[in-house]
């Protein structure tokens, strides 16, 4: 009878495929927040009166506490010796604290012109806010990540993580096409009222969590009379398998080229509306939809590519594929000459696909080389070196725009603003890209050597490791 009742739970494809959907809200709530910000550089610039700089200070935030502090790193721990229950209800509630505190900064006009830590207040305590909740969805993400292993193991674990990401991007495809409508809404602009937004539907997320935890409950009590052998791994871990973890190539391969193709296309998402009015000439209303064209696509092709590491293999031949095209499309979004928006459109089509490709493959490929027992510390430590990545990439973009590309003034809704030339930022990503390829292509050999997998179907090696 046990047995019967773990198959309509883990077995049961309407039970799991329903745990999945409830923690990719969440995590579709996470980062509509993460993002919301994107395409209000102009704005702020003109409403606040932040330069690109500090805008670039500001979004560099999101990697202060989980590099510095090791947040994530700590997180991974918590999720290894605490579950995934109490580590995702924590990681909610401080993505909804730090969303709070950010839009407390951004809509409290009194702090600008007071000075920080040598920051303004307004930048400061935004940044704080936006680093406290990039703790709190880091963790999340990797404990989702956990979860989809623990529900989809041996099933069709890189389909699940693939439509993970596109529940996930359209968070990200909302914010980078209705920020600048909302903030504009109502006719008076104000950049705080989509943060707002963002905020009441971080509460929501979190209260669906808890929706999953009760899910995860029933799954746990289910299977409480399997034997130890087969006990839950989070029991199992200890702090001494970290150096397990670090001493495993392939897990370093992924996580450098994690950080690296990351870089390519977060930071790039930031600054990518802006990329449309100053490049392509697009009208600030409008410049959001282009870039929510990546998104929106990895709705459509990550799942589908998961689905086809999951049935036929090949998962480092698509990162190859995918860090290839990355090159291809960021060297082409450098070039000068190259100004028209049916031509970013399709750029950023392309982008979408290769931004499916990678992370299709990357995900589900760790299982194949750390052990369940160590996966939630494995993924903190590669969300970790991704933060160094998303911390320190938007700063350089930052400091490089007001450096070197400013190219003039003009003047957007009564706003005067500067004008940019982003053929050197779109020359930096393009450089990630090509590192990425490198690290995809010995990613690939050291899995010729060790046998992890990677090439193989993941229901198959599955099926071959239960045996």
Do not use: H
């Not at 299977?223 to 897990?251: C, Q």
């Not at 799942?303 to 031949?317: E, H, R, S």
Request: include cysteine; hydrophobic fraction near 55%.
């Amino acid at each position: 009878m046990v047995e019967q009742i773990r198959k309509t739970l883990r077995d049961s494809a309407p039970a799991r495929w329903s745990a999945l959907f409830i923690v990719s809200f969440t995590m579709m709530c996470g980062y509509f927040l993460t993002d919301i910000m994107a395409p209000l550089a102009g704005l702020l610039e003109g409403q606040l009166g932040w330069s690109r700089a500090e805008y670039g200070t500001f979004t560099s935030s999101y990697g202060w506490f989980n590099v510095f502090l090791l947040m994530l790193i700590f997180g991974g721990i918590i999720l290894d010796k605490l579950g995934v229950r109490i580590t995702g209800v924590g990681a909610a509630a401080v993505m909804v604290l730090g969303a709070a505190i950010k839009y407390w900064a951004v809509s409290n006009v009194a702090l600008r012109g007071q000075t920080l830590f040598g920051l303004d207040a307004q930048v400061f305590w935004a940044s704080i806010g936006f680093a406290i909740f990039a703790v709190g969805v880091e963790v999340a993400g990797i404990t989702v990540s956990k979860i989809i292993v623990k529900w989809f193991k041996g099933k069709e674990l890189a389909t699940a993580m693939g439509l993970q990401v596109a529940v996930a991007r359209i968070g990200t495809a909302l914010a980078l096409g209705f920020s600048v409508p909302i903030a504009k809404a109502m006719g008076v602009i104000d950049v705080s009222r989509p943060l707002l937004v963002a905020l009441i539907g971080l509460c929501i997320g979190l209260i669906a969590f808890f929706v999953y935890v009760v899910m995860d409950k029933k799954l746990d009590a289910s299977e409480a009379s399997e034997s130890v052998e087969t006990v839950n791994p989070e029991d199992e871990f200890k702090i001494s398998d970290i150096g397990k973890i670090l001493n495993n190539r392939g897990w370093w391969y992924i996580a450098i080229l994690c950080v690296l193709f990351y870089s390519a296309v977060f930071p790039f998402l930031k600054y990518a509306t802006d990329l449309m009015v100053n490049k392509f000439g697009v009208e600030e209303d409008l410049a959001g939809l282009i870039p929510m064209l990546l998104p929106f696509g990895n709705i459509l092709l990550t799942p589908l590519f998961g689905g086809i590491y999951d049935k036929k293999g090949k998962g480092a031949t698509i990162m190859i594929i995918g860090a290839s095209l990355l090159i291809i499309v960021q060297a082409l979004f450098s070039v000068p000459g190259l100004n028209s928006w049916i031509f970013a459109m399709v750029l950023v089509v392309f982008l979408g696909i290769a931004f499916s490709l990678v992370p299709s493959a990357m995900w589900p490929s760790v299982p194949k080389i750390i052990p369940e027992k160590r996966l939630g510390t494995a993924y903190s430590l590669i969300f970790w070196v991704q933060n160094w990545g998303l911390m320190g990439v938007p700063a350089l973009i930052g400091w490089v725009l007001d450096k070197y590309c400013i190219t003039g003034q003009t003047v957007r809704d009564g706003l005067t603003v500067n004008t940019y030339d982003y053929t050197l930022p779109m020359l930096i990503f393009t450089s990630f890209g090509v590192l990425a390829l490198i690290f995809a292509f010995l990613l690939k050999a050291e899995d010729k050597r060790k046998g992890y997998g990677l090439e193989m179907p993941n229901i198959v090696v599955e099926e071959i490791a239960e045996k």
